[in-house]
């Protein structure tokens, strides 16, 4: 059975940095893409960033990139989302999302995600 956890949320002020992760199982971890996606109050779903099974190659949302770094260590099942100079904006709860395959971009569809972590950027 998949299991994906995601851990690291709280509440930080605009400026600060955060870093989350997502420790999964039932699977192996090493053989698939990995993404992070996002939930704003009242808004749909946003897609932050993905990385490839390797780690190798990384690719984010355009309301994200610069400012945050998506990374894995496949020996700990474990993959992490570096944020930097939050905002307000940011705020939202983030789910780490297993991909249905390796396929690089990212194509193939999210078969099983976290129940995510709240972040709240708040002066």
């Known amino acids: 059975e998949v299991h994906i956890v995601e851990s690291g949320g709280g509440l930080v002020q605009p400026g600060e940095s955060l870093t989350l992760s997502c420790t999964a199982s039932?699977?192996?971890?090493?053989?698939?893409?990995m993404t992070w996606v996002r939930q704003s109050p009242g808004k749909g779903l946003e897609w932050v960033a993905d990385i490839s099974n390797g780690g190798v190659s990384q690719n984010y949302g355009d309301s994200v990139k610069g400012r945050f770094t998506v990374s894995r260590d496949n020996a700990k099942n474990t993959v992490y989302l570096q944020m930097t100079s939050l905002e307000p904006e940011d705020t939202a709860v983030y789910y780490c999302?297993?991909?249905?395959?390796?396929?690089?971009?990212?194509?193939?569809?999210?078969?099983?995600r976290g129940k995510g972590t709240l972040v709240t950027v708040s002066s």
């Open positions: 999302a297993k991909r249905a395959g390796s396929a690089w971009p990212a194509l193939e569809v999210m078969d099983y």
């Open positions: 039932g699977f192996v971890f090493g053989m698939y893409t």
